[in-house]
């Protein structure tokens, strides 16, 4: 359970839809805003700052995953250290479609691979 959490969440290895990053980021926020409210109060300030450093880490590693589906390498997120225009443009590319087919990063997260099982129980 822990470790599909860790591969879903905090591994930058593969690819990720649009839809799913949007999805996750959403729900590491909300995660990470519970807890942080819970290490503030337990731990003061040092506490809410490990959940920060925590979340950071999961966005960082969605992201690189969703640059994956496009074809670019996780590194691009560096973009965001260039003032103004480097977020944008780093935002633009994590909005993009990803690449069709498998990549060098994996599999295309948008096929079902499964579309023609079916599971009969009697």
Same mark, same amino acid.
């Given at each position: ?27 590491? $926020?909300? @995660?990470? +805003?519970? #807890?942080?409210?819970?290490? !503030?109060? =337990? ?6 700052? /490990?959940? &920060? ?20 390498? $996780?590194? @691009?997120? +560096?973009? #965001?250290?260039?003032?103004? !225009?480097? =977020? ?6 994590? /909005?993009? &479609? ?25």
């Amino acid at each position: 359970m822990v470790a599909s959490l860790i591969s879903t969440f905090a591994t930058p290895r593969g690819r990720l839809s649009r839809s799913d990053w949007c999805l996750r980021l959403v729900q590491s $926020g909300v @995660t990470a +805003l519970a #807890f942080g409210m819970l290490a !503030l109060a =337990a731990a003061g300030n040092d506490g809410a700052a /490990l959940v &920060a450093l925590l979340y950071l880490w999961c966005v960082a590693c969605l992201s690189a995953r969703r640059l994956h589906d496009t074809g670019r390498a $996780g590194r @691009t997120q +560096l973009l #965001f250290l260039v003032p103004v !225009l480097g =977020a944008i443009w780093l935002a633009v590319l994590l /909005l993009q &479609a990803g690449a069709r087919g498998r990549n060098r990063y994996g599999d295309d997260p948008g096929t079902r691979l499964d579309y023609l099982r079916v599971d009969i129980h009697h």
